[in-house]
């Protein structure tokens, strides 16, 4: 290979990479990234400002379009599932309660325990374990 055959595609391959690197996968489930399996990862709510709603709106879907189901406040703990985007589906026990949720897959959307569950924006998410 000649020298400028190489300088174009070490460019090449250079552009690619931080086209990779922009943005996350469109669906990919957390437990890919880290863990190993669904919903492994435990993630922490933070950032909420003191003073305004004090909460993190859980919503249906990955979006603010999506109906709120539910609040969460400062410093629970969930379990990430899958990300899409800047939004990751959680699974949470409800309030007071010391059960475990066990997903059987990544996909939320098909949960049907008794654990709550839905979409939060990754701004208010820190992943504490996994």
Not at 39 to 51: N, R
Not at 56 to 72: F, I, N, Q, S
Request: aromatic share 6%; net charge positive; charged share 20%.
């Amino acid at each position: 290979m000649n020298r400028t055959m190489v300088v174009c595609l070490g460019g090449a391959l250079a552009l690619l990479a931080v086209a990779a690197a922009a943005e996350p996968p469109a669906s990919t489930p957390v437990g890919d990234i880290g863990a190993g399996g669904p919903c492994e990862s435990i993630g922490e709510v933070v950032g909420l400002k003191a003073g305004r709603d004090g909460f993190l709106t859980v919503r249906e879907g990955p979006g603010t379009g999506y109906a709120e189901v539910d609040r969460l406040s400062s410093e629970r703990r969930v379990r990430l599932c899958r990300s899409e985007g800047r939004w990751v589906s959680v699974m949470y026990p409800p309030p007071g309660s010391r059960m475990l949720c066990e997903p059987e897959s990544a996909d939320i959307r098909r949960y049907r325990g008794p654990c709550n569950f839905g979409w939060v924006h990754w701004n208010w998410i820190r992943i504490v374990a996994g």
